[in-house]
């Protein structure tokens, strides 16, 4: 079975300045893929990142990045010049793989809410 | 861009009620979700389908049932709705499994 873990319930973040939401995974799966999404206080939920578990590279995607440590399990999300519409809650997801039968569905965390300071 | 609508972003049921919650995505994705979102713990999957007349169990089936007969709409359906149910629903897409899920707006469902 997959399991997301987000340990930060809220984190405050100054305008401008860089953040780090925590996510730890765990998968017995080989091929696997991490995903990142914010939903706003209107509720819906917007994709902003995704990381395969065999890419070599970081995921980058504007002023979000994928810091992703394999063998840590870690894949957390930086965002960078953070700014005021950058408050919401942020859910990291995985994909598992075709072995666990888990391929076609995503497990969610239980998010984080950041909240940005002017 | 790819849309996702959801028949409802607010509906009150009674207990008992058989309640139909409506999704509908118009960029021919094969794979739909439906969720529920409880305040500290995330989103979980009641029921997916990756092909029409296709549906899964997730991982909170109990309660819930789910029709597919046309590739653009995925149904919710509570046969008979309990207080437990009051929740967030969210319905999402994807072209394939291994792309990203694009979701509505989200019900808001309270059952009384």
């Known amino acids: 079975a997959q399991k997301i873990t987000q340990t930060q319930p809220g984190m405050f973040v100054q305008e401008k300045e860089a953040v780090t939401l925590d996510c730890t995974y765990d998968t017995s799966d080989q091929s696997y893929g991490l995903f990142w999404y914010k939903q706003p206080s209107s509720g819906e939920m917007i994709f902003l990142i995704y990381?395969?578990?065999?890419?070599?590279q970081n995921a980058t995607e504007g002023r979000y990045s994928l810091n992703f440590q394999k063998a840590r399990k870690s894949a957390n999300l930086v965002i960078s010049a953070s700014q005021l519409g950058d408050s919401a809650m942020y859910f990291c997801?995985?994909?598992?793989?075709?072995?666990?039968?888990?391929?076609?569905?995503?497990?969610f965390g239980s998010g984080t809410q950041l909240t940005v300071l002017p | 861009d790819v849309k996702v609508t959801q028949s409802s972003r607010y509906l009150v049921k009674r207990t008992g009620e058989k309640v139909f919650l409506e999704c509908v995505q118009d960029?021919?994705?094969?794979?739909m979700f439906w969720y529920r979102q409880d305040p500290g713990l995330g989103l979980r999957l009641i029921y997916f389908?990756?092909?029409?007349?296709?549906?899964e169990k997730g991982d909170i089936p109990e309660g819930y049932s789910v029709s597919r007969e046309k590739k653009e709409r995925f149904s919710l359906i509570l046969e008979s709705a309990s207080t437990n149910q009051t929740s967030m629903y969210l319905c999402?897409?994807?072209?394939?499994?291994?792309?990203?899920?694009?979701f509505g707006p989200g019900t808001r469902l309270t059952v009384l």
């Open positions: 999402a897409s994807s072209l394939t499994s291994y792309n990203e899920q694009f």
């Open positions: 960029m021919d994705h094969e794979n």
């Open positions: 389908s990756y092909d029409v007349k296709m549906k």
């Open positions: 990381q395969g578990s065999y890419d070599e």
């Open positions: 997801a995985m994909r598992g793989g075709i072995s666990s039968g888990s391929a076609r569905q995503l497990t």
